[in-house]
């Protein structure tokens, strides 16, 4: 299986944007769901957006509005608008099998960071 691979991370003041791309090659979107997460320091990792079986795009309450996850062919994008501080992290890319969280890949991660 080919690796996830994300790239865009970077630093950023408050109020800015960022753009992650996770390569999805090979993990068909009608085979695989997809989605990304995100681990700050001192806090467990937790999901940010998902894009289920039937398409429909789940977001943290933290950062809907502001974020805006999509799929086309062999790339994951996250967009991320309005950034906050506490948007810092390591963000990862997740491929789900038949969308079992029982059958995860995992990206190497991309940090993000937001300053004041």
């Known amino acids: 299986q080919e690796p996830l691979v994300e790239s865009g991370g970077g630093s950023v003041q408050a109020g800015g944007s960022l753009r992650l791309s996770c390569m999805t090659s090979g993990y068909a979107s009608n085979k695989y769901c997809t989605g990304w997460f995100r681990q700050s320091p001192g806090k467990a990792r937790e999901m940010v957006a998902y894009k289920d079986s039937r398409s429909h795009r789940q977001y943290a309450d933290s950062v809907r509005g502001r974020f805006t996850v999509s799929h086309t062919k062999e790339t994951l994008t996250l967009q991320m608008n309005n950034l906050k501080p506490e948007d810092s992290g390591t963000y990862f890319c997740?491929?789900?099998?038949?969308?079992?969280?029982?059958?995860?890949?995992w990206g190497q991660g991309t940090q993000v960071t937001v300053s004041t």
């Open positions: 997740v491929a789900d099998e038949y969308c079992s969280d029982q059958r995860r890949s």
